[in-house]
Every structure is written in C-alpha cells, then in structure tokens.
C-alpha cells in the first residue's frame, strides 16, 4: 500500500499491514492499459448509472464486464483532475491551480504515469486533450509519452477537420475530434500490439460548444428527457438533449475501440479505464447529487468509473470503498508490476487489493476536494462541505441536512483534516472565496482562471522557450496578456484569439524564458481585413519588423454548433500563418512584444498564436 497521508484513525495504520496485496506479474504478463477520461461527463449521464434516455452500451459492457468503482471522485475541473491522474498527488502540490493562462501546467519535477510505464519498456501514447502545458518541456511529449496527437488547451473551439498538434508539429484534424483521436488511439494500438503499451485517450466532450455529428444529435433534438435536474427551470432541456447525444457518440467510439482489442486478440491482456474529469457542464439529472461542474459537493466531484481486466478483475464487481483520481498512478503501477518514477510522496492509494477482491481489511481514509479556495472532505460515511456543513452521505446522498450539530465531534474531525490539508499544500491553496463559499460553489463553472487565481499570488513561471530537443514553441493568445484596446475574442481564454488591435498605442506580449541563444523563424496565425499594416516583434535590444500581408478576412465557423454557443466562449475561423522572418533571441528571460508601427485600415490583425521554430545551426 502506498502511503495514505489523512487518515480518520490512529489505528488505520494497522489495518493497511492487513490488506492483503497481489504479486506483480511477471514482466512478460504485463497487462497494457487503455485508459479513456471524457470531458464535462456527469455520472449521471450513463445507462449503466442510471439514464433512461441515453444509450451507452460500450461504457455499459465495461461495468457489466469489469468493476464499478461506485464512489469515485476527481476534481470540480479538467486540469486538477488531469495532474492528480498522472501524479498520484493532489493538485496544488503539482503547480496545476487554474484551466488556463499558464496555471494549468504540471510542474516539470512531477514525474508522471507515463514516466513509470516509459521507463518499463511501455510504448506510452496520448490522443486528445492534454491541458497539461503546451511549451516544452510542459508538453505530453516531455511528459512520458512517445506519441501525442491532439490540442494541449483546455478546451477547443473547432470539432470538425480541426487544427492540432502532433507530436509539437501543427497538423489539421480529420473529422469529428472524438472519432479522430479513437483513429489515432486504434492506429497507435495496432503498431504496438506486439510490446506492452499504455493508450491514454483523452475525449473533450460533452464539454461545450455543443457540437456533435448530425446523426446524433438527429436522434435526440426532439427526444423527450424523462429525467431532470434539481434547478427546475434553470436546466436548458436542449443542452442536456445535446450532452447525451455527445454521450452516444463516445459511446460508439468506446465501443470501436473495444471491437479493435478483440480483432488484435488483446482483449484478455488489456485493461480499460472509463471516467470523466469533473461533474456535469450543465443543470441536469445526475442522481440526485448536489453540484456541478466547479463545485466541491457530492455532484461537482463524484464520477462514474468502471475498470476492465478480463480474466483478473471479477465481472459485474463494485467496489464501495471511496476512491479517486489520485489514486490511479499507484494502482496502475501496482497491477502491472512497473516501479513508480520519482521519489515524490504520493497521495494516493494502491487500489489494487480491492480491484481483485483480495482485500481482507481497508482503512479509514478522507480524499479532500479544492477548487477556488474551496475545500471539502469526503470519508466514506461523510462529507464536510466547503462551508463548514456536514452530511451524513449514507442517508442524504443530496446533502439536504446539516447535521453539524448533531455529530459535532465528526464535523470537528472533518475540519481539522481540512485544516491540516490547507496547511499540508502551502501558499498553492488559496483562503476561502467571498461571498459566503456554498453559494460560490453552487454557481461555479470552472472558467477562466477560476476563482483560485483572484486571491492566489502570480504565477511567476515563464513560457519556455528554444529547447533544442524540441524547437517549435507555440505562444497561444492565451497565454499572452492584452495590453491598450487589445482584448481577447471572448471571456474564456482557452480557446481565444486577440482582437480589437487599433492603434499602435496597443501591444500584446508574452512572459517567456528562452533556452538556446540562437535565430528563431517567427510565425503568427493572423485574421486582417486588410492589408499593409506595420508591426515589429521583440525580445530585449533584438527587433524584427514587416508587414501584414495579404489580407485575410474569413468567415466565422458557425456551421458546427447544433445548439448556441455559450457565452464566453470564441467563435473560431481559419487563421493563415504570417511568416515574419527571423529573430534572434538570446538566452533569458523577458518579455516578447508584438505591437504596430503603421495601422492600415480599422485593424491591424487578430492573433491566435505566435511560434518562435529555433533554427538548426550549422555544422562545423
């Protein structure tokens, strides 16, 4: 058992000597894992928890066929959630505190899940969404994984034929995003169907803008929705109709995914992972819980999860004991016999006794949700929310009743668990929002830098630049900061571009720290109605200067939303590269600058991204 830093006992201690641990297998038994997160996805939004309107058969086959890890808990939103699953450690400990504008990178002396499989002779792959870190060496193939394909924000504005990332080279998708990284996932699985390989297939939906595949959302535009969330008239019937259509889509690629480990004859020597980052993106049915996405309670937190290892794992098995994402780098390392990578201690525990059902005893423990200053702590029995109320979970799974009163010693336990969390995480957690926390919870949505950020000190890492091993660095809008009229294409900032660039009083600059002293080829993704104006770009005493040119004014994509786009979220287009020429950059840090020196017309450009290419210096 790894170590299990809160415990509700003193005599917890004894009971992890009780468990009872499986012997890892040999190194030509090595299971290969497939693990498959999924974006937004409420638990509720399953068969196999309980929808009657949704159809998921494949993610059903995997409960009905493996375990049910049935009080399984991540974080209120997508990055935490992500850094927890690759560390094995809560995340503020990783340097994940915010979904964008930097705060989502995972500190580079975090070793990984991937490391740990990397260094075991594991062909390791990601496909999808990352929101991990973009620049290297934030970026997945810094990270344990030999092959990466798909887009390292938090989350994407295009769906269809979209622009990614493979491998730190820009490449345009193919297809609807879900069915494309399933392709690269399956593409991936075959070539290395002959070594043991780790496949972590990273979905982004059901998280908004709310776009599926026509014949999708054909099946569910009119159907009726026989289950409903808590807020009555604030659920928006055509977003959870949109939700579940999403639902059947990753469904279908679960389930193509699945077809293809049987025709490689790896079905018995694979194991399969399914949950979600976050509760729902949205007010609907999900059990009954309290919260959504952004929130600290039971909704915002709790995900379905179902593990498959046929021939190992008992079928149609449910664990009960709380569990969560922090624990799934011990578990995995535990069940395919790999040493962890790092020295760093964990948070997490080996679940691999209760997963095979060798458990004789399992200790008491709390896993302790944050987000936005929020803490609240979840035992098996209870929870105390980030307000300070407690919930007996047994007997009031929608936390209706404060019993704070009635078990003050619990309540007072609970508190001190938080307390000692908070101090256990140093300056990486935020004191309590105002107003009064519950209410905050309630209405959160995990957007923008998030609630954390407003009270947190600066995140004072740079954007890395120039590592020779990796010479292509994307410096996104997102990562930049507006400065004058210059504002972002919308609130989010992860998906976002630069726009209302008007003066030459306007700039947008970049924090960066370069590696290599050397010339750099600079490129920017540009929009410009019209052609001619001035712009310089520099880096200390070094200057580029040259023109925008041609123009390019396309369209907004507004022909894959099925529903609305929310507010707050960029319509995106087709942004042309700008090759500017060749900067030289000495090492250090400073700030890149962009700015104009003539306007032509009513705007310079829009920006989505600069990328600084260190060029190759010639051979002696």
């Known amino acids: 058992m790894k170590r299990i830093p809160i415990l509700l006992a003193a005599a917890a201690a004894l009971a992890v000597a009780r468990v009872a641990h499986p012997a890892p297998p040999a190194a030509a038994a090595r299971p290969n894992i497939v693990i498959i997160l999924v974006d937004d996805q409420g638990w509720g939004d399953l068969g196999a928890t309980g929808n009657t309107t949704v159809r998921t058969p494949a993610i059903d086959s995997l409960a009905r066929d ?7 808990y991540v974080c209120p939103v997508c990055s935490p959630t992500r850094a927890e699953m690759l560390t094995g450690r809560y995340h503020p400990r990783t340097g994940v505190r915010g979904v964008s504008t ?4 995972l500190d580079t002396d975090e070793a990984t899940l991937a490391d740990a499989f990397k260094a075991a002779g594991y062909a390791t792959g990601a496909f999808g969404k990352w929101h991990n870190g973009s620049q290297w060496p934030y970026h997945p193939n810094a990270r344990g994984f030999d092959e990466y394909y798909g887009f390292t924000s938090g989350h994407w504005g295009e769906y269809f034929d979209a622009p990614m990332d493979h491998n730190g080279k820009p490449v345009r998708g193919r297809g609807f995003t879900v069915d494309d990284f399933t392709d690269h996932g399956m593409a991936f699985i075959e ?28 099946r569910y535009k009119d159907r009726p929705v026989a289950q409903r969330g808590p807020d009555g008239d604030r659920e928006t019937v055509d977003v959870t109709r949109a939700t579940l259509a999403m639902a059947e889509n990753i469904d279908w690629n679960v389930g193509r995914l699945l077809a293809h480990l049987d025709r490689l004859g790896l079905r018995e020597t694979t194991l399969v992972l399914y949950f979600s980052d976050n509760g729902p993106n949205s007010s609907r049915w999900n059990g009954g819980m309290k919260g959504r996405k952004g929130s600290t309670d039971e909704g915002g937190v709790r995900s379905a999860c179902f593990l498959r290892w046929p021939g190992r794992i ?20 535990a069940l395919a016999g790999v040493p962890r990578a790092g020295t760093k201690p964990l948070d997490g525990a080996d679940l691999s ?38 919930f007996d979970m047994t007997a009031d799974p929608g936390q209706a009743t404060d019993i704070r009163d009635r078990q003050p010693a619990v309540a007072a336990k609970l508190a001190a668990i938080a307390d000692t969390w908070r101090r256990d995480m140093g300056g990486a957690v935020a004191a309590p929002p105002s107003p009064a926390p519950a209410a905050t919870a309630a209405k959160g949505k995990g957007k923008g830098k998030g609630a954390a950020s407003q009270v947190l000190p600066p995140d004072d890492r740079p954007y890395p630049v120039g590592h020779a091993v990796f010479p292509r660095t994307p410096l996104p809008a997102r990562d930049g900061e507006p400065h004058g009229g210059v504002k972002r294409s919308a609130g989010a900032p992860n998906c976002s571009y630069f726009v209302n660039w008007t003066s030459p009083d306007d700039s947008m600059t970049w924090d960066i720290e370069v590696a290599t002293t050397g010339d750099y080829d600079v490129e920017i993704l540009y929009a410009a109605p019209e052609a001619g104006s001035a712009i310089e770009l520099s880096f200390g005493a070094s200057k580029l200067a040259g023109t925008v040119a041609p123009a390019w004014d396309p369209p907004l994509i507004t022909n894959q939303d099925v ?18 020429g060749v900067l030289r950059l000495e090492k250090g840090r400073g700030t890149l600058t962009l700015r104009a020196t003539k306007v032509a017309g009513r705007e310079v450009m829009q920006v989505r991204g600069i990328a600084l290419t260190l060029r190759t210096p010639p051979k002696s």
């Open 102 to 105: 930097g705060q989502e990178r």
């Open 191 to 218: 070539t290395n169907r002959n070594r043991p390989f780790l496949c972590y297939l990273a979905y982004n939906t059901p998280h908004s803008p709310f776009i599926v595949p026509g014949p999708y959302w054909d």
């Open 66 to 72: 493996g375990v049910t890890l049935d009080r399984f």
């Open 314 to 333: 008992p079928p149609g098995s449910v664990v009960r004991e709380i569990a969560g994402a922090i624990d799934l780098l011990p578990t995995f390392t």
């Open 353 to 390: 006794p209760l997963l095979l059902g060798t458990a004789k005893d399992w200790p008491d423990r709390a896993i302790v949700s944050h987000w936005g200053g929020r803490v609240s702590v979840r035992t098996q029995t209870h929870r105390l929310d980030a307000a300070g109320a407690l």
């Open 563 to 580: 529903i609305p786009r929310p507010a707050g979220e960029s319509v995106m287009k087709d942004f042309r590269p700008l090759n500017l």
